[in-house]
């Protein structure tokens, strides 16, 4: 897969962020932290191809977006009511995630360095958050969940992290000694990430909108 087409793929983002735009004031404000999720995907995006053609690395936006999607992840769940009353063990995730990120950057290694270890860790929380959401969707949902936009999301967080979690350790043990492999995962990663995208679109475009209220009339 030669660089312009994974640019192409990876710019598809621009598709759903902007329907975000357009559908936002009408979608329901417990989806907001995945709308502005998407946003800031998108703008990730622009930023490393901009870098990329003026042959700049983009290592260090790449790391410093880890951390923010993360956090905007955290939120998204708990407006989902994922941790229920335990204020606890959100408190937890969200110094782990944030402990693990300052960690891997500042005392082991360079933001100038990709954060491997961060991606495949906060990656395997939110896969297994997510088959424990779409677990209780099946219990507690009567509607069908293709059309579902919390089943849809949850369902393109386990492929993608998924995915993303066997890339890196690849990445990490040997992946980088054979071009043909290298280039291989590389084209995996992209097609999974337009997937995730595909995926983010339907689930915009099926959010719920506000409950609108009215007085009764006299």
Known sequence: ???????L???????????????????NDAYYPFIIYIWVGAINELLSVILLIWRYSNIINLNVYLLIEAMLLMWQFT???FFGKSKILRKLLYAALLSFWLTENFLLYSITRYDSYFT???STIFTFISISSINQLIV?????????????????????FTIVILSEVFWLYGVSQS???SNYVISISNIN??????????AILWMPIKHRFTLPSS
Request: charged share 15%.
């Open 179 to 181: 071009v043909a492999f």
């Open 120 to 122: 495949i860790f906060y």
């Open 9 to 27: 793929l990876s710019l598809t983002i621009l598709f759903p962020a902007i329907i975000g735009i357009i559908r936002f004031k009408k979608i």
């Open 193 to 202: 990430n337009f997937i995730a995208i595909i995926l983010y679109t339907l």
């Open 140 to 160: 507690t949902e009567r509607k069908s969940l293709l059309q579902n936009p919390k089943f849809i999301i949850c369902a393109a967080f386990v492929i993608y």
């Open 1 to 7: 897969m030669n660089f312009y087409l994974r640019v």
């Open 79 to 81: 407006l989902w009511r």
